[in-house]
């Protein structure tokens, strides 16, 4: 496999993501995103910008020989998994809408928590 594949697969094993999220969000299907994934595919580089972007990064991030996870502070999971059938295309901007709401609120809850970290050090 390759070192992006490689990297990738461990962000996500580290930072618990599920491949049905990077696909919901990177808009890849799951059956070849796992085959990407795998190894048993290969990936094309329209396929690494989707992913990486899918996960809030760049390629060259899961490119790097010196692979290095960001720190996760106060780690809590919860997650939440339902399938309701093909959106058409007004119901899926309206979601991709509210994905982008949550992670903004996850943001501004988050950077008290960054912010009080800083202080301390």
């Known amino acids: 496999m390759s070192k992006y594949i490689d990297n ?3 962000y996500l094993s580290q930072m618990k993501i599920k491949q049905t999220f990077v696909s919901l969000k990177s808009g890849i299907e799951i059956s070849k995103l ?8 290969d990936v094309t580089s329209g396929d690494m910008e989707k992913i ?3 996960l809030g990064q760049n390629v060259e991030y899961f490119m790097s020989d010196i692979f290095e996870l960001p720190k996760v502070v106060n ?3 919860t997650e939440v998994v339902f399938y309701a059938g093909e959106p058409n295309k007004e119901q899926e901007a ?3 809408k509210i994905i982008d709401l949550i992670e903004n609120i996850d ?15």
């Open 8 to 10: 990738v697969n461990t």
């Open 34 to 41: 796992s085959r990407i994934l795998t190894g048993t595919q």
């Open 52 to 54: 990486a972007k899918s």
């Open 75 to 77: 780690s809590v999971t």
């Open 94 to 96: 309206f979601a991709m």
């Open 107 to 121: 943001e501004v809850l988050g950077a008290k928590n960054r912010f009080m970290n800083a202080i301390m050090e």
